[in-house]
């Protein structure tokens, strides 16, 4: 089992900035890649970036591309994500993702390939 604690989230103002941490805790070793995901009022979850953890490639959705930055700490079991020049659309919860199956394909941002999650920080974004 892996658990998951997120924290950074916060409010901002428009082209501000932030940075998230997830720390993972229990059988990291296990851990085969992670992501960031969102949820706005009333919108569905949404995959923002994911990162393979045994080599650190990364991936992210057009909406945040050039924007955020995901990355990890492995001495720390953390992962992160910087997010800046953010925008009210940014607004939403943010959850912290692990997956220990290495069948599954690791630049995917499909919440469904994913078994372990936070709780959750929230960011809000004023314009």
């Known amino acids: 089992q892996v658990q998951l604690v997120e924290s950074g989230g916060g409010s901002v103002q428009a082209g501000g900035s932030l940075r998230l941490s997830c720390a993972a805790f229990g059988y990291t070793y296990s851990i085969y890649h992670m992501a960031w995901f969102r949820q706005g009022p009333g919108k569905e979850r949404e995959g923002v970036a994911a990162?393979?953890?045994?080599?650190?490639?990364?991936t992210y959705s057009d909406s945040v591309k050039g924007r955020f930055t995901i990355s990890q700490d492995n001495a720390k079991n953390t992962l992160y994500l910087q997010m800046n020049s953010l925008k009210p659309e940014d607004t939403a919860m943010y959850y912290c993702?692990?997956?220990?199956?290495?069948?599954?394909?690791?630049?995917?941002?499909?919440?469904?390939?994913?078994?372990?999650w936070g709780q959750g920080t929230q960011v809000t974004v004023t314009s």
């Open positions: 993702a692990a997956d220990s199956r290495t069948y599954t394909p690791w630049h995917s941002l499909n919440p469904e390939y994913f078994t372990f």
């Open positions: 990162i393979y953890t045994p080599g650190g490639s990364t």
